[in-house]
């Protein structure tokens, strides 16, 4: 079957780095995504990995394992607007969206 | 990135009437499209995926007769949500997909809020 799983809440101090894990289960694949997604908004595109490794985008990174089914988000030099929630989906066989629960992140100062 | 309009933004209606969302991508041409349904402080729920030129494809649970989904051109997509209920009351989400480079990318329209009273 399919399965998606990541942590539900995250907190991070202002500045400070934060990874967000993602890992996943299903027998067809192409390509993992993140989004962001503010209280009361729609998400946003973040970024996509379909090969394995580093994919690096100014503050935020994501990374990609295919084999062991695991993805994470890397953000960097944590501002106070990045606290949203965070939402990792990856692309069936049939070319839909499998979503993730999200996870909130909180920012401290 | 494209971009993706959805209108209204908001809207408050009357229980028993019905209520049309249109999904429109601005600068490409969408074959396919997509309406989630999102409660307070969860996941996206996939309701229908919406196919230029045919019929939509419902999710489970999903009632094709009072979500009403309309794929009339490669840009635009309408939800129609008849004789509301207050407990339709959701933020209802649509996105485009477009094929870029061989892989396909989902930009997401603002959502529309729907309120029933």
């Known amino acids: 079957g399919q399965n998606i799983d990541q942590p539900t809440e995250m907190t991070a101090t202002e500045g400070a780095i934060v990874q967000i894990n993602c890992t996943y289960q299903?027998?067809?694949?192409?390509?993992l995504f993140w989004y962001q997604q503010h209280a009361g908004e729609a998400p946003t595109f973040l970024s996509y990995n379909v090969l394995d490794g580093l994919e690096e985008k100014g503050r935020f990174s994501s990374f990609l394992s295919r084999s062991k089914g695991y993805s994470y988000l890397l953000l960097k030099e944590l501002q106070m607007k990045d606290s949203a929630s965070y939402l990792c989906?990856?692309?069936?066989?049939?070319?839909?969206?499998?979503w993730g629960a999200g996870t909130k992140l909180i920012i401290k100062p | 990135g494209a971009v993706v309009s959805q209108h209204p933004s908001r809207v408050i209606c009357k229980s028993g009437t019905s209520v049309k969302i249109e999904c429109r991508s601005l600068d490409f041409q969408a074959t396919t499209m997509f309406w989630y349904r999102q409660f307070p402080k969860k996941s996206l729920m996939l309701m229908a995926t919406s196919n230029e030129g045919s019929k939509a494809t419902y999710e489970q649970g999903v009632e094709k007769d009072k979500f009403l989904i309309n794929h009339a051109s490669l840009t635009l997509s309408t939800l129609t949500v008849t004789s509301a209920h207050p407990e339709d009351s959701s933020f209802y989400i649509c996105?485009?997909?477009?094929?870029?480079?061989?892989?396909?990318?989902?930009?997401f329209g603002p959502g529309t809020r729907l309120t029933v009273t």
């Open positions: 989906a990856f692309m069936d066989s049939n070319y839909q969206l499998i």
């Open positions: 299903t027998s067809g694949f192409n390509g």
């Open positions: 996105s485009a997909r477009d094929e870029i480079e061989g892989y396909y990318e989902q930009y």
